[in-house]
């Protein structure tokens, strides 16, 4: 008969130890797994809010009428939507498919077609469109006659720990700011 001191074998200690160690293995990979879904979530709302962005530039720009208008006559700088706070916009009298609409009515058919992209695909999401010459990206418009009309797409986003992400003002800020530069 053999000795307990010539027995091989695993202890319940080291058995533990590597059960812990398994166990941090595995709740790291699951952390970077969610760390990774927030950035493809991050990722897909920043190119959902690059096309609105750009979309509503391209329309504004091809709507030379209108953007030649004095500030206060021109209906695309009077747009700020939330969709958070604001109900679904409802359609305007002329809807512009395949019918023919003067400027306005093509205005008003454009704000009403990108207060729906932003109330569809970017939940909580918030459009506004203001002359603005600001380095910093925040809602407020500074800008006077002479400063770049620019389109600032952003929504209510989250910190990692849930909380709402705010600005130093106390506000949720824009995504992005995009410039719309010279009409047709």
């Not at 307990?4 to 952390?31: S, W, Y």
């Amino acid at each position: 008969m053999r000795a307990r001191a010539d027995m091989r074998g695993f202890t319940l200690l080291e058995i533990l130890v590597a059960v812990l160690l398994l166990a941090v293995g595995i709740a790291g990979g699951v952390a970077m797994q969610l760390s990774a879904l927030r950035a493809r979530h991050q990722a897909a709302m920043l190119s959902q809010a690059a096309y609105v962005a750009t979309g509503l530039a391209e329309r504004m720009r091809a709507n030379a009428v209108q953007m030649r208008l004095a500030d206060g006559a021109n209906p695309y700088l009077t747009l700020d939507y939330d969709a958070l706070t604001e109900p679904l916009p409802p359609a305007p009298s002329s809807l512009c498919y395949g019918a023919a609409c003067d400027a306005m009515q093509l205005a008003m058919f454009d704000l009403y077609e990108i207060k729906m992209q932003v109330s569809l695909y970017l939940p909580a999401g918030r459009v506004r469109v203001c002359r603005d010459g600001g380095a910093t990206l925040r809602w407020a418009c500074g800008g006077s006659a002479g400063a770049p009309v620019v389109v600032k797409v952003g929504w209510h986003d989250k910190n990692p720990d849930g909380t709402p992400r705010k600005d130093a003002g106390g506000e949720f800020a824009p995504a992005l700011a995009y410039a719309v530069g010279a009409t047709r």
